[in-house]
T-cell receptor, first 114, second 111 residues
Framework: AAGVIQSPRHLIKEKRETATLKCYPI?????VYWYQQGPGQDPQFLIS???????DKGSIPDRFSAQQFSDYHSELNMSSLELGDSALYFC?????????????FGSGTQLSVL | DAKTTQPPSMDCAEGRAANLPCNHS???????VYWYRQIHSQGPQYIIH???NNETNEMASLIITEDRKSSTLILPHATLRDTAVYYC????????????FGTGTSLTVIP
């Protein structure tokens, strides 16, 4: 079965550079979620989209932005990167956001800021 | 925003049942309880979810108390591959995401 695809798998950037992470949800899934997981930390919710509109916002820094496109894939754009942005970034998708809809997670993008 | 409380760590002997508790005393009537696990730096993996009735699938069983204020995830025959961090999540019944991870329980299965 198709899963959530994230690219790239690994990304190395320097401080103050920009990065773009991509997420391709499971076919027919219209809701996408982004999470950040620092070393030894639990996943922290950043932002979510439903039908190309932002549906909820968590602890996403102002330097980050995201959007969902007409084909439902999503991109997380990160600017003015800081050392503290080094983390594993997960994307998840679901078919709607009803309370009984489970989320399916991708394998994540490991971002290292040097 | 996490609405759950779990023990930080547990051990379980290989082949025995692993019983992972979760408290969610402020859960509302239409909010589901989900369990996910994360094996070292992999994406969180769905295990099971339920509303008020006990649930069972090929991975685990979920026992929810009658007052719904707590639940237990049961892995019937733990293997070494079940060593992971297990998250109990209450999905809040509002529009948007409201799918927040708490601290989780680090389960170690011992040979």
């Amino acid at each position: 079965a198709a899963g959530v695809i994230q690219s790239p798998r690994h990304l190395i950037k320097e401080k103050r550079e920009t990065a773009t992470l991509k997420c391709y949800p499971i076919p027919r899934h219209d809701t996408v979620y982004w999470y950040q997981q620092g070393p030894g930390q639990d996943p922290q919710f950043l932002i979510s989209f439903y039908e190309k509109m932002q549906s909820d916002k968590g602890s996403i820094p102002d330097r980050f932005s995201a959007q969902q496109f007409s084909d439902y894939h999503s991109e997380l754009n990160m600017s003015s990167l800081e050392l503290g942005d080094s983390a594993l970034y997960f994307c998840a998708s679901s078919e709607g956001f009803a309370t009984n809809e489970k989320l399916f997670f991708g394998s994540g993008t490991q971002l290292s800021v040097l | 925003d996490a609405k759950t409380t779990q023990p930080p760590s547990m051990d379980c002997a290989e082949g025995r049942a692993a019983n992972l508790p979760c408290n969610h005393s402020t859960i509302s009537g239409n909010e589901y309880v989900y369990w996910y696990r994360q094996i070292h730096s992999q994406g969180p993996q769905y295990i099971i979810h339920g509303l008020k009735n006990n649930e069972t699938n090929e991975m685990a069983s979920l026992i929810i108390t009658e007052d719904r204020k707590s639940s237990t995830l049961i892995l019937p025959h733990a293997t070494l591959r079940d060593t992971a961090v297990y998250y109990c999540i209450v999905r809040v019944a509002k529009t948007g995401n409201q799918f927040y991870f708490g601290t989780g329980t680090s389960l170690t299965v011992i040979p």
